[in-house]
C-alpha cells in the first residue's frame, strides 16, 4: 500500500532558504562551523526530499537517500561538482536502471540544486546577482518563455510538461558558464565527457554481442543504442561525434605519449560504437566534422586533400545504411514528407508555433530537421533566438581562436615549444580563475593556458558543425547536448577574456539581427529547394 509524503514543493522552498541562509552565514562569520550546520541541514533535507517522491522499498529509499544527501553536501561546498553530477545524470540516466525510479527528475534536482549554490556564491563574493554573460543568455531565457507561451496561446494541454523538460536545458547551460570559470575545469568536463561516452559504447558492446545493454536496453534494427536522451541509435552517434574532436586535439596537437595513446584507444572504440550505430546521419555528422577540421588546421589545400580522403574512407567503410541513401528509400521519403508539412504548418502561426511537441500533433510524424521542427513549433521568434544562439557561439570561439592565436605568434618558437612539453604540469598547478590576464602574468604560467584554449575553441567549433549537420536529419532542436556544447561555447569565451584581458567589442547589434536573420529566410529556401529537386 502506497503511504502519502510530503510534497516536494513543501520541502524545496523551506530548504532552498535555510540552505541560502547558512551558506551566506558561512561568508559573513566562521566558515568551517557554519558550512559544518549547511552539511546536516543539506542532509537532513535532501533525505526528506528523497522520502517525498518515493513511497516504497525501504532499501531503495534508503539508498537514494544516502546518494542524495551526499551528493548535496558536495554541492553546497563546491556548485561545480554539482555540474559533474547533474552531467553524469544526464548521460547515464542511472533513475531509469529500475522501473519504480522511473518517474524520479534527479537530471531538474541535482541542476536545481547546482544552480542555487552558484547563485548563492555570486550572492556572497560579490553583493549582487549580475550574471548576465552576454546575448546568448537573454535568448536562452527567451526560447523557455515562448515555448510556454506558445503552448498556453494554443491551448495543447502540455504547458507544465514543456517547463520542465527544458528546464533542464536552462540549469545545465548557467550552471556551466558559473561554475566552469578555468582551463582546468574545462579539461576537466572534457574528460568527464569522454569517460561518459566511453560507458556508452561499452554498454553498446555489451548490448550488440548478448542482445542486452544497461539498464535492459535492446538492440533496435540490429542497431545499438542507450537509455534516455540516447535512446534513439541517431542520438547516440550523435554524441560520439560530437566527443571526436576533442580527441583529435589531444592526439595532434599535445605533446604528453601517454595521452596521445590513451585518446587513440577511446578514438578506436568511439569509432566501433558509431559503426555500430549503423547512422547514416551520423556518418555524415562525422564527414563534415572531419572536413571542418582538416580545413581549420591545415588550410584550404590540404585541408581540402585531407577532407576528401575523409569523406572517401567514411563512404566506403561506413555502415551498410549508407548505401541506401536515395530520396525513394523509405526513410528519406518520410522526411520529405515532413519537410513538405513543415513548410505548410509554419504559416498557421509563424509568429509563436504551433508549441512544443505539436508537429508530430499536426502531422502524425516529427519534423527530421531541427530547424523545420523550430520554426513549426516555436515560430520565428523562437527560432531565431535558436540561430542567434549558435551564430553567438561561433563568434565567441573565433574570438578565443583569434585572440590567443595572436598572443602566440608573438612567442619566439623554441620558448613555446618548451611551455607545450611543460603544460600539462602546468595546468595542475596555475587556476586561471584567478583575476588576472596576460600583461600581469609571467608568460611561462600563461602559454600552455593559450595554446589549450586554442586547441579546445577549435574543437568546439567543430563539434557543433558536427551536430549541426546530424540535426538537420533529425529534430533535435531542444536536445541538451547542443545546450551543452552551446554553455561551453561561453565558458570558454570568459576564460579567455579574463586571461587576456580581451572581449568582444559588438556584442549583438544590428549587423547581427541581420546575419541572423539571413540565415534564417537562407535555411527556409533551403528546404524548399531541396523538395523541389528531390
Partial sequence: MATEFVPFKYVYLPMAAAIGFLYLLSYLRSRRATMFLVMLFGCLIASLTAFSFLS???????????????????????????????????YIRPQELDPSLRTLRLVSIIGSWA?????????????NLRLSSGPSDGMLLGIYLIMIASSIFNRTGMTGDVAKEFLSNVLIYFVIIGSVTSVRRFEGIIWLLLGLGLVLSVQGFVQYYTGVGLGGTTMIQGRIRALGIFHDPNDLAQALVMLLPFLVVYLLERPLISRKLLCLAITGVFLYALYLTNSRGGMVSLAAAGAVYCWRRYGKVAGGVLMILVIAAIVVLGPSRMGEMSADESSASDRLSAWRAGLWMM???????????????????????????????????????????????????????????????????????????????????????????VMDTPQSDVLPFLYSLNGFAVALEVSIVGYLVAAFFLSRTYNIVLYM??????????????????SIQRHFGVYDVLIVGAIQIGLILLVYSLLRVL
Fill in 347 to 437: 504559416r498557421i502561426n509563424p509568429f509563436l508555433g504551433l508549441g512544443p511537441n505539436m508537429f508530430a500533433e499536426y502531422h502524425g510524424l516529427v519534423a527530421h530537421n531541427s530547424f523545420m521542427h523550430g520554426i513549426v513549433e516555436i515560430g520565428f521568434i523562437g527560432i531565431f533566438l535558436w540561430l542567434g544562439m549558435i551564430y553567438m557561439a561561433f563568434r565567441y570561439l573565433h574570438f578565443v581562436r583569434t585572440s590567443t592565436t595572436q598572443w602566440l605568434s608573438s612567442t619566439p618558437v623554441n620558448e613555446l615549444a618548451t611551455q607545450r612539453v611543460g603544460e600539462s604540469r602546468s595546468l595542475r598547478r596555475q587556476d586561471s580563475m584567478a583575476p588576472c590576464s
Fill in 115 to 127: 544552480l542555487l549554490t552558484w547563485l548563492l556564491t555570486v550572492v556572497a563574493r560579490r553583493g
Fill in 56 to 90: 516504497e522499498d525501504a532499501m531503495k529509499i534508503g539508498i537514494i537517500v544516502a546518494c542524495t544527501g551526499l551528493l548535496t553536501v558536495l554541492i553546497c561546498i563546491e556548485p561545480y561538482i554539482g555540474l559533474l553530477g547533474f552531467v553524469i545524470f544526464v
Fill in 485 to 502: 556544447l552551446l554553455a561551453l561555447s561561453v565558458a570558454l569565451y570568459l576564460i579567455t577574456s579574463r586571461l587576456t584581458g580581451e
